[in-house]
């Protein structure tokens, strides 16, 4: 188990969730999970509704005001952050902001075209946090305003994430998703990212970075050619495996360093395949993230999934390693609780901070924010004159 090492502590909560204690009361939160600060200020959001949550090692414990995670060995002190008042809110059109975003810190995750496809696929999706049951309602443009103001009103909002699920037309989704880029830019000083499918021709990426958007995610999940053909037949249709690498490397050519991501997802593929896929990702300047999400209980997903906290760790070392070695920036990444970021692989290894982590400690600042903001408008100001030209 994690230990006195925050970087094991986070990952086997992921993997394991946590047991309520007696005195442990929990605010209703739609998700069926709670975000924890461990030791060192890392955030983790921890299952406790889900069925293998009742075998987990850690009791969540509150006792005279103090929350603790309690194992057979050892007591360890953390933070309960409480859900939003603003998933209590309705628009003025009757819709809950619960049904239109997900706030993790000053990350707001969107889905405004259905379910994302992590849910879809039977994964415990922790960017938006519903149940694989649930049904998505639809929502305007203006509601999505409504609904980050309400967020706003409690929290800063740095970025704000929009997917578009699987999509089959010719942009990858971007022209859906438009409109509500330009909305929000009217309304917000915030990084926008989008999680999109790759288009099929590349003018369509040059567009998505002068339409506004900050960061883009073309999600391959598996590394392994064959693998992605077994498990995604529906993209392997329309967009061959090969063709999301090209997608990817010419991405890297348009945005800044470190806005470039995509998924792979530990547990699909043979952790020999996932640590190759790293290592190819980064050599293009793709900044891969390397999620942990449990497959939903009785799902399809959950047959081919076969991994433990033990086993992919050394992923997020080698993530870490490989992210420093092409110097790629790691801080565009804002959804600190809902995985392991490739910062923070610096646990599995040597545990060394370098000047990348006191740089997300300063873009985490309100000066920080500000700045990484002015920076990026003026990047692409010149980009896209250069495009023009």
Known sequence: MGGDNPGKLKLDLLYRGVRLGEGATLPKDPSGAVILVLPEDLLANVTYEAPYAQQSPYCLEHQNGVWSLQTDQVATPVKVI????????????????????????????????GLCRFTKSGLECKYCRHKSARVKTAFTARDLIEALNYVKKEVPIDMVHLSSGFVESEDGGVLALEPLVKEIR??????????????????????TYAMGVDAVYYDIDVFDPKLFRELYPEKEESFRHQHYLEALSHATKTFPSGAVCTHLV?????????????????????????????????????RKWDV?????????????????????NPNWIRQYDVM??????????????????????????????????????????????????
């Open 186 to 207: 009217n309304h917000f000083n915030v990084f926008i990212s989008i999680d999109v499918m790759p288009p099929q021709h590349n003018d369509w990426i040059d567009r």
């Open 340 to 389: 392991l970021t490739p910062l923070e692989g610096r646990f599995f290894g040597r545990g060394k901070k370098n000047w990348r982590v006191a740089q997300e400690s300063f873009y985490k600042t309100g000066l920080g924010r500000k700045t990484a903001l002015s920076l990026a408008a003026m990047r692409r100001n010149l980009r896209v004159r250069e495009v023009k030209k």
């Open 82 to 113: 409480k859900p939003l008042k603003a998933y209590d809110q309705v628009t003025q059109s009757g819709i809950p902001v619960s049904d239109i975003l997900c706030a993790h810190g000053t990350f707001v995750a969107v889905e405004p075209m």
């Open 266 to 302: 530990a547990g699909l593929e043979p952790l020999e395949s996932t640590k190759k896929g790293i290592e190819t990702l980064t050599q293009l300047g793709v900044l891969p993230l390397l999620t942990f999400f449990r497959p939903e209980s009785g799902s399809e997903l959950e």
């Open 308 to 328: 433990d906290e033990a086993a992919v760790a050394p992923l997020y070392e080698e993530l870490f390693k490989q992210v420093s070695r092409h110097k790629i």
